[in-house]
């Protein structure tokens, strides 16, 4: 929270005694109404990047946007000719943005202002406009609990649910899942979209709570009635498995269509789903490679992996090897394990790309390093061992 300050009586009264500049309390007055100044701007630069930062991340707060995945200007892909660039426009520019984001947000926690270091925390830990850094994570996360715990008592729902997020990651504090929902409910009672869905999920999954779905679509219905698109997607997740509510394949497609209509990508891949099988809507191919290509652009790992797969077997677009690689790579430096190791086997056995051994261990090591048992088995196989 901004620092607290003596409140004048009228704005009148206020320039009255400014005028008077030669008495001790006009030049205090002038203080006071210099730090009132900056302390505006400093909530105005702090409202705008935050919006921006929210609205980009909302879908996927787990989602990396870092400058170092951004295709290099000129640069050539693997055995194709140039990159398709303007494919990863819509990733470009929101690593774009997200990176002024940052540069304002670093900059307002440089100055002291508390509600920046959470967000600077969660670039740093997401790799969001800026490369991931856990040392520096763990730095502002700690001045960001300390801040939003010393301010909770203030009637702000988004201290609220920035506060609840902190307990529920446990990143440098003690992790407590029970002083989250505390929080998250506090937050979403006053009406805060984010933190209505945040609680709807805790319910959804159990955690701090008895699992309950009936709960989480409550919750999560407050948030998606709002526009909320993470919860309009949910809410679309739900009914298509009737978690919570009867299955209703339509309302699925609804709610998904509500999120996807807005840029959620995680809507956008699995509105391409619904449309890929027929559910609540003709099967239509094209209809699913048209949505998975927009979560594919936004860097959606799933939108990437079968927007690969429609291009791998021809469905919906006309088959083509190189834009398959394409997107499966894109999934794989974003770190998924499982398409690292079908990369791994693709450049293996020669499977819609030349055959190359180094490719393929680099990319086994890179899913094996992750955990992934297939990759570990078939690094030993080969016989490598580190």
């Known amino acids: 929270?901004?620092?607290?300050?003596?409140?004048?009586?009228?704005?009148?009264?206020?320039?009255?005694?400014?005028?008077?500049?030669?008495?001790?309390?006009?030049?205090?007055?002038?203080?006071?109404?210099?730090?009132?100044?900056?302390?505006?701007?400093?909530?105005?630069?702090?409202?705008?990047?935050?919006?921006?930062?929210?609205?980009?991340?909302?879908?996927?707060?787990?989602?990396?946007?870092?400058p170092e995945l951004l295709p290099k200007?000129?640069?050539?892909?693997?055995?194709?000719?140039?990159?398709?660039?303007?494919?990863?426009?819509?990733?470009?520019?929101?690593?774009?943005?997200?990176?002024?984001?940052?540069?304002?947000?670093?900059?307002?926690?440089?100055?002291?202002?508390?509600?920046?270091?959470?967000?600077?925390?969660?670039?740093?830990?997401?790799?969001?406009?800026?490369?991931?850094?856990?040392?520096?994570?763990?730095f502002f996360n700690k001045y960001a609990f300390q801040w939003l715990f010393n301010n909770c008592e203030s009637n702000d729902p988004e201290i609220w649910r920035d506060l609840a997020w902190t307990y529920s990651n446990g990143q440098g504090i003690q992790q407590d899942h029970?002083?989250?929902?505390?929080?998250?409910?506090?937050?979403?009672?006053?009406?805060?979209?984010?933190?209505?869905?945040?609680?709807?999920?805790m319910y959804e999954i159990g955690l701090g709570v008895d699992q309950d779905f009936t709960q989480a679509a409550f919750w999560i219905r407050k948030a998606a009635e709002q526009g909320n698109s993470s919860a309009q997607k949910e809410l679309g997740f739900m009914y298509r498995n009737g978690l919570g509510v009867d299955q209703d394949f339509t309302q699925a497609v609804f709610w998904f269509r509500k999120a996807a209509e807005q840029g959620?990508?995680?809507?956008?891949?699995?509105?391409?789903?619904?449309?890929?099988?027929?559910?609540?809507?003709?099967?239509?191919?094209?209809?699913?490679?048209?949505?998975?290509?927009?979560?594919?652009?936004?860097?959606?790992?799933?939108?990437?992996?079968?927007?690969?797969?429609?291009?791998?077997?021809?469905?919906?677009v006309i088959q083509d090897n190189s834009q398959a690689v394409f997107w499966y790579r894109k999934a794989a430096e974003q770190g998924d394990a499982k398409i690292q190791y079908k990369l791994g086997l693709m450049y293996e056995n020669g499977q819609r790309v030349y055959q190359d051994s180094a490719q393929a261990v680099f990319w086994y090591r890179k899913a094996a390093e992750q955990?992934?048992?297939r990759a570990i088995t078939r690094l030993e196989e080969l016989g490598i061992k580190d």
Not at 84 to 111: C, F, M, S, W
Not at 179 to 200: M, P, V
């Open 73 to 138: 200007p000129g640069a050539q892909f693997d055995l194709f000719v140039d990159e398709p660039v303007n494919e990863l426009q819509p990733l470009i520019n929101h690593t774009i943005q997200l990176g002024e984001v940052y540069r304002q947000l670093k900059q307002l926690a440089d100055e002291g202002y508390g509600k920046a270091y959470f967000i600077v925390a969660s670039m740093y830990w997401g790799g969001q406009g800026v490369a991931k850094d856990v040392e520096k994570y763990n």
């Open 1 to 66: 929270m901004t620092e607290y300050l003596p409140i004048a009586k009228s704005s009148q009264q206020l320039s009255t005694k400014i005028d008077t500049a030669s008495t001790l309390l006009g030049r205090g007055l002038a203080t006071i109404q210099k730090k009132q100044l900056v302390i505006n701007d400093q909530d105005a630069r702090y409202r705008k990047a935050r919006d921006i930062y929210d609205r980009i991340t909302e879908d996927s707060v787990n989602r990396r946007f870092n």
């Open 264 to 316: 959620n990508s995680s809507a956008q891949k699995e509105l391409g789903y619904m449309y890929r099988n027929g559910l609540s809507v003709d099967q239509d191919d094209t209809q699913a490679v048209l949505w998975y290509r927009k979560a594919a652009e936004q860097g959606d790992v799933w939108g990437q992996i079968d927007l690969g797969w429609m291009y791998e077997n021809g469905r919906g």
């Open 178 to 201: 029970i002083q989250a929902i505390f929080w998250f409910r506090k937050a979403a009672e006053q009406g805060n979209a984010s933190a209505q869905n945040d609680l709807g999920w």
């Open 371 to 373: 955990g992934n048992l």
